[in-house]
């Protein structure tokens, strides 16, 4: 594709790519898709769009892309540089920017969460059943690759009606949707045939598939990948019906094809979105510019719950992405379940491994083994050797032996050094990663494990006390019941938010849920994922916080069955407010490499499936809370009456906005920033009364850090009534001349029965 650069980052299982356009074509140089934003949708229409494309473009063939008209109004179209500055200068119009490409970011996982971590209280939710926990049939809208209705997943067996409200469609005729998947439709890129093969919401990749499942899949036994992870597959609200927006093709996920997605879902009436996709960190765009930001903005303004992945770009800080304060956004964790996958070598030592293969070279350590330095070529480098990298090693040293590489150089993915091995016929490899261990990548019927750096001296000690050293790589066993669990994923991205630092936007920024190693529905025939003389399989295994996200989605939908007039903050607040941090050694969840998570890596926490349905206070975060955001970010009155609907009669933005001044908006986690000299930092918060038995006191208690001091006002909260609201002040004091690093805490309100827990951090910085 000329005009665009590929940027690859690798992680387990998926490979994900993002395009960025060029600067020469932003110059100019090609013509190319602009999105038109137009804020709020009031009564515009295609032809308008049309109108004002020709009052700037000499006539043109295929020029509008798309157009939106349903909650969002604007167009995408084919523009040049100087006909894109034509039209943002036209009054009614927020932004115009470049089409962005973004790209993609379970049996076990919904057991682990209901009895590994979670707190039971008087009731939880009977998640093996298809039915709707309540009498309304949530829909969960997932903008993806598409899905395959074959899958037993989406059975629409015992569903009932599909609910009347439903406005949506299904274009493939060909009984594609059938009670459980109510909605169906595909947006080509505009690179893309209009007749071409990707017209069609049948998924061609898998991703969405193994989403929906996750989000909303029917209970199936007997689950498994070829008899890995076997058990009953389920997705988080099997009661749900599914609405497939097929965004992404073979090329990416063009931003003009999820904002239309995004505007036909608001007109076909579904309660949750959920994305598993979006940029990564190293390409932050504006509220105004990011498609997913608008798209959910005005989503939210119309009542439906957004969920988004966080990324894949973690450990480092500042790396979550889709952190928009109006998105549940969504960071991923480990289960209770490994896939092993040892090394044995002479003698009967066991190194333990961690992968899925279904390795056929034998149990005995028979196999002559070589570390990747000692086959060293001549023009290349002790660590390029070692690291296993294309045209390091000599073939002849590495056929028909096992090999062991180190994983420290970050200029080759693991996947190259397999081929690179492969290719120079060695019959196996060790994988020296600390990164990647705890998830298990597929490697099919090739020998592959990852040990960690503090097992390689083994390997390497053995190997230098014989001529002739031997192993062997032992085929996957499943390891139940593992612990500690969850811990967090090294791929999951790391807060705060590089965009808006005042909101709590942690590693994922609101909330952490399983993202490795979930086995969910596939698509039929992948010939990647089918093993020789195998059928293909129905169920597969994958990572990211792709994963993670449709277990929030799931989570979102129950919430929203049986609470169906909850406005999109009170789901999320019941969510983030009743998350876990304790792992199933009762001890505080960790990061895989062992140090303790804070909210950065996980935001509230781990996503509990019985606290939600019961939250009992809520915060909701009110449009003039949002309004206000923008207002701090940058953004003036009139801008922001253009972008809502729901702007109130005489709002204007105060005269001194800032960001210091976000930290204000009525959302379920604090930050607080900039707390420097001798002044302190006074926060507002209101809880609205959800538990539904009226009279109910909640008392305070605070955790905080050393070099801090929180104040807060009052100290009980005494709700008399129903949907009451109450106010309270945190007053954020340091004890310490300049706080050394971030900090972190939390306030909790308890009635004894119900437990309220509100994340914050502090900086100096």
């Known amino acids: 594709m000329k005009g665009y650069t590929i940027c690859y980052v690798w992680f387990p299982i998926l490979f994900v790519a993002f395009l960025v356009e060029s600067a020469g074509a932003a110059e100019g140089e090609k013509d190319g898709v602009y999105i038109v934003y137009m804020g709020a949708a009031t009564g515009s229409s295609k032809n308008d769009h049309a109108q004002l494309l020709s009052s700037v ?67 939880s939710p009977n998640s093996d059943s298809n039915s709707s926990s309540g009498g309304y049939d949530s829909i969960i809208g997932i903008l993806d690759t598409g899905i395959s209705p074959e899958s037993e997943s989406f059975s629409g067996k015992d569903l009932g009606p599909i609910p009347s409200r439903w406005n949506g469609t299904c274009v493939d005729a060909h009984d594609f949707c059938n009670g459980k998947i109510i909605g169906a439709r595909a947006y080509n890129s505009p690179d893309d045939d209009d007749d071409g093969l990707d017209n069609t919401p049948r998924d061609m990749i898998g991703h969405g598939t193994h989403v929906a499942s996750t989000a909303a899949g029917t209970v199936v036994p007997d689950a498994s990948y070829y008899g890995l992870a076997t058990g009953t597959a389920k997705g988080g609200s099997p009661g749900s019906r ?97 896939f092993e996958s ?34 060293k070529k001549t023009d290349a480098t002790e660590s390029e050797a070692r690291n296993c990298n294309p045209d390091s090693m000599d073939g002849e040293m590495i056929k028909g032996k096992i090999v062991l590489c180190d994983n420290d150089d970050d200029s080759y993915s693991f996947y190259d050094k397999e081929y690179e091995v492969q290719s120079l016929g060695g019959i196996g490899l060790v994988l020296v990663d600390d990164k990647m261990s705890g998830v298990a990548s597929n490697y099919n019927e090739f020998p592959l494990t990852v040990i960690s750096s503090k097992d390689a001296p083994g390997i390497l000690s053995y190997l230098n006390s014989t001529k002739n050293p031997v192993a062997t790589i032992l085929p996957s066993t499943v390891v139940s019941q593992y612990k500690p669990a ?54 597969n295994i994958i990572s990211g916080t792709s994963m993670s996200c449709p277990h929030v989605s799931g989570m979102a939908a129950m919430v929203k069955s049986q609470y169906p007039s909850w406005s999109p903050s009170a789901i999320k607040s019941a969510i ?119 009279n109910s006191t909640y008392s305070l208690t605070i955790e905080a850090p050393s070099g801090l001091t929180i104040t807060v006002s009052p100290t009980s909260l005494q709700f008399t009534k129903n949907s009451q609201r109450l106010s309270y002040q945190v007053i954020f004091t340091r004890t310490v001349p300049s706080l050394p690093k971030d900090v972190f805490g939390s306030i909790i309100w308890t009635n004894k029965k119900l437990k309220v827990r509100t994340p914050f951090v502090a900086s100096s910085r």
């Open 57 to 123: 473009l000499k006539r043109r063939k295929n020029a509008l892309v798309q157009s939106y008209v349903h909650g969002i109004s604007g167009f995408a179209a084919r523009l040049s540089a100087a006909e894109a500055q034509s039209i943002a200068k036209t009054p009614g119009v927020v932004s115009v920017f470049r089409d962005p490409v973004y790209q993609l970011h379970t049996t076990r996982s919904w057991d682990f969460l209901k009895y590994g971590t979670d707190v039971v209280i008087d009731s």
């Open 242 to 338: 599914i609405a497939m927006y097929r965004v992404c093709t073979r090329d990416g996920c063009h931003g003009s094809s999820i904002l239309a997605a995004f505007s036909d879902a608001i007109k076909d009436g579904v309660d949750i979105l959920s994305l598993s996709l979006g940029s990564p960190a190293s390409f932050m765009l504006d509220y105004k510019e990011d498609p997913i930001a608008i798209g959910a903005f005005h989503a939210v303004e119309n009542g439906i719950t957004v969920v988004c992945s966080a990324g894949n770009d973690g450990p480092s800080e500042e790396t979550v992405t889709n952190v928009a304060p109006w998105i549940l956004t969504v960071a991923a964790t480990t289960i209770d379940r490994k």
């Open 342 to 375: 040892n090394v044995v070598l002479d003698g009967g030592k066991v190194i333990k491994g961690e992968a899925i293969n279904f390795a056929n070279i034998g149990t005995s350590p028979i196999h002559p083994l070589v570390y990747g330095k000692s086959a």
């Open 486 to 539: 969850p811990t967090i994923a090294y791929f999951s991205s790391r807060g705060p938010s590089s965009l808006s630092r005042n909101i709590l936007k942690a590693k994922p920024p609101d909330i952490a849920a399983p993202g490795v190693d979930i086995l969910a529905a596939w698509m039929a025939n992948d010939t990647e994922v089918t093993l020789k003389g195998k059928e293909s399989p129905k169920f």
């Open 576 to 694: 983030m407010s009743t998350a876990s941090q304790i792992n199933n050694m009762k001890a505080p969840i960790t990061a895989q490499l062992g140090a303790i998570a804070t909210a950065y890596d996980y935001g509230a926490g781990e996503i509990s499936t019985s606290g939600a349905l019961q939250p009992g206070l809520v915060y909701e975060t009110t449009t003039t809370d949002y309004l206000n955001f923008l207002c701090y970010h940058g953004y003036n009155t009139s801008t922001i009456e253009v972008i809502s609907k729901d702007v109130p009669d005489g709002f204007t933005c105060p005269k001194e906005s800032s960001v210091d001044l976000i930290s204000n908006i009525n959302y379920p986690s604090i930050a607080v920033f900039n707390l420097t000299g001798k002044q302190s930092k006074n926060i507002t918060r209101t809880l609205t009364n959800v538990a539904g038995d009226g």
